[in-house]
């Protein structure tokens, strides 16, 4: 049973920082593509960053580019994401994912392409 459990979420002022993670449980987390999602009030999921099996490709949403750093470390099975300077509009609830199946090529940017969710983490932004 694969299960991924995300922390570090919080309220912060705009322009602070925070680091989410998300550790993953039930398979062998070196195979598998993750990635970051978030959801605010009233908005479908929208991608935020993906990270290859060991970390040699990533991408961004151009939201938040140079903003954001995702990070893996495969000896902890646990995904990261570095958030800095934090805006109001970056207030979402974040998610971490994976798909079902090993990825060879390419990168996964729809929240269609990923079978497993964490719960959540709330991130508020005040201004």
Known sequence: QVQ????????VQAGGSLRLSCVVSGRTFSNYVMAWFRQ???KEREFVATISTWGGGIRYADSVKGRFTISRDNTKNTVFLQMNSLQPE???VYYC???EAAQT???RFRS???NYWGQGTQVTVSS
């Open 40 to 42: 605010a009030p009233g």
């Open 97 to 99: 994912a994976t798909p």
């Open 90 to 92: 970056d207030t979402a």
């Open 112 to 114: 269609d392409q990923y």
């Open 105 to 107: 090529i390419g990168f």
């Open 4 to 11: 991924l459990v995300e922390s570090g979420g919080g309220l």
